[in-house]
């Protein structure tokens, strides 16, 4: 299933105006630095991300560790520091989920839920909370009736039950967004408390459409040559399935999160990227960091560092000024 809505918004067109410096795929510690050096180098700067609590730091509950923060602090408090100060600079952040992409196209092409957006430069920093596993039937169900996009599918729903899974922000706004199209929003959340923002928290609460089932997993997509229901293990009581037509998934894991990319960049047999000493991709003009290299411990200050070097090879990148580059063939 993919549904293509153009709704106005940011990003739509290839006038000189809606064409970024550089886009930037992921707002957590090394997505949000790159940001802040790339608007400060005066590049047009477009960050597009999921959601505050939708990466590793976000959902952390205390970080104490980050140098120049006492702390402690939440993740979510210190990556939206980080924002409010890569846009106090002038960088722009969407919140969107990107599923596709054409990264050989002049300009670069990136392809959300919400939009489609152009830039001439590309930073990957989506990180690694892709899953590698599959519950029973998901697979199976996937494009008849499970979905990783409510923007994007949302509207095949209409007048009819969905469940969403997950506990962060992008599960709750993914589930919000059904609320303009489903009868009945089943929010399974596999952790004893939702890990989202307290904004979203309360507007899910508080929605007549959503029904929130904590400490509840999904153990299974039923159905026939649609989905029909979804089998849900509860932390306490028996199991017990739902009547549903569709399925929306956002469970996390410890997988670079590199399935929109659609094997248009190198990447090893484990899913990590390849870059050079400039952080650049085997692609011209796209560069990776951050978890996704899967080259180093999985620390926000590390990311960072990674996005502040990647952000000053794009600066040369595009201002063609030497910087060191590495024979691919």
Request: with cysteine; hydrophobic share 45%.
């Amino acid at each position: 299933m993919g549904l293509n809505l153009d709704m106005g918004l940011p990003g739509f067109g290839t006038q000189a105006g809606d064409v970024y410096d550089v886009i930037i795929i992921g707002g957590g510690p090394g997505g949000a630095s790159a940001a802040i050096y790339t608007a400060r180098a005066d590049l047009r700067t477009l960050v597009i991300d999921k959601g505050l609590t939708a990466g590793a730091l976000g959902i952390t509950a205390k970080i104490s560790n980050y140098p120049g923060v006492p702390g402690p602090v939440s993740g979510e408090q210190l990556v939206r520091t980080m924002r409010e100060q890569a846009q106090s600079f002038g960088a722009q952040f969407m919140t969107d989920k990107v599923v596709g992409v054409d990264l050989g196209a002049d300009p670069k092409m990136i392809m959300g839920g919400s939009g489609t957006y152009y830039g001439r430069t590309v930073i990957l920093a989506s990180g690694s909370m892709g899953r590698a596993a599959t519950i029973p039937g998901e697979e199976e169900y996937l494009g008849r009736g499970v979905s990783y996009c409510a923007t994007c599918d949302g509207a095949f729903f209409r007048g009819r039950p969905v469940a969403v899974v997950g506990s962060n922000d992008e599960a709750l706004e993914e589930a919000l967004f059904l609320t303009k199209f489903a009868s009945q929003v089943h929010l399974l959340v596999p952790t004893p408390r939702l890990k989202a923002s307290a904004a979203l928290v309360e507007e899910i609460t508080h929605s007549p459409v959503v029904r929130v089932y904590l400490g509840a997993r999904a153990r299974e997509v039923l159905g026939g040559d649609l989905v029909q229901g979804l089998r849900v293990h509860p932390r306490e009581g028996a199991p017990f399935d739902l009547a549903v037509d569709g399925v929306f998934l956002y469970l996390q894991g410890s997988q670079p999160i590199t399935d929109f990319l659609g094997g248009q960049v190198q990447a090893t047999n484990s899913g990590c990227l390849v870059v050079d000493a400039e952080y650049q991709t085997t692609l011209p003009g796209v560069f990776a960091i951050g978890d996704l290299l899967c080259e180093h411990i999985k620390q926000a200050v590390i990311a960072a560092a990674d996005g502040v070097q990647a952000a000053i090879a794009v600066d040369k990148f595009l201002h063609q000024r030497a910087a060191v580059r590495v024979d691919w063939s």
